[in-house]
Each structure stands twice: as structure tokens, then as C-alpha cells.
């Protein structure tokens, strides 16, 4: 199976390394988080896109605020996107279609 996103990938890595920081086997895991280990797994090989209730239920499981599993993950890590405008670029846009048009 391919790696979802570079996000995806990422945030696997950051599980498994604190997994292994706590000597935890997928078992281990599955069980405190009450998610099956295969999942958790894929989860690991960046072969899944886990939900937030997920993050948050192996964030809890590895004592862990769930942003230090996402902290830093932005744009850059998700797959070809169409375009990169953000809520800020559309709303200065919008407010320079709006000046122009009161201008005119």
C-alpha cells in the first residue's frame, strides 16, 4: 500500500517512536487505545489517515498531548493540492475585489 501523505508518514513516525519510547507492542497500544493493533500499524507506515478521535485516543493511550503528534504538520505535508490559498489569501482578495469595486 502507498503512503497517503507525507503528514500521514509523519505523524506514523512520531506514534511508533513514542510506542517504542514506552517498550509498547502494537498489542500494547491497540489495547490502551481501544483500536485494533493492525490499524495502528498502518497507522505507523503512514498507510492510513487516521480521524481526530483516533489521534486523540492514541495521544491519551501514549500520555501525550495529541499536538505532539501533529505539531508542525502544515500544507507542505499533504499530498498535490490544486491550489495553496489559505482563508487569509481568499480574504484579501475578496477585500481588494470590494475596495476596487467602491472605487470605481
Not at 503528514?7 to 517512536?17: I, K, L
Request: hydrophobic residues 40%; aromatic residues 2%; proline residues 3%.
Amino acid at each position: 500500500m502507498t503512503v497517503s501523505s507525507a503528514a500521514a508518514r509523519t505523524f506514523g513516525q512520531r506514534v511508533r517512536r513514542e510506542r517504542l519510547r514506552r517498550e509498547l507492542t502494537l498489542e500494547d497500544l491497540g489495547a490502551l487505545a481501544e483500536i485494533h493493533w493492525t490499524n495502528i500499524g498502518r497507522i505507523e507506515r503512514g498507510q492510513a489517515n487516521p480521524s481526530l478521535v483516533t489521534i486523540v485516543r492514541l495521544a491519551v493511550a501514549l500520555d501525550l498531548d495529541p499536538s505532539e503528534l501533529v505539531n508542525g504538520l502544515g500544507g507542505d505535508h499533504l499530498p498535490t493540492r490544486s491550489h495553496r490559498l489559505t482563508a487569509r489569501d481568499f480574504l484579501r482578495e475578496r477585500a481588494a475585489r470590494e475596495a476596487g469595486r467602491s472605487g470605481e
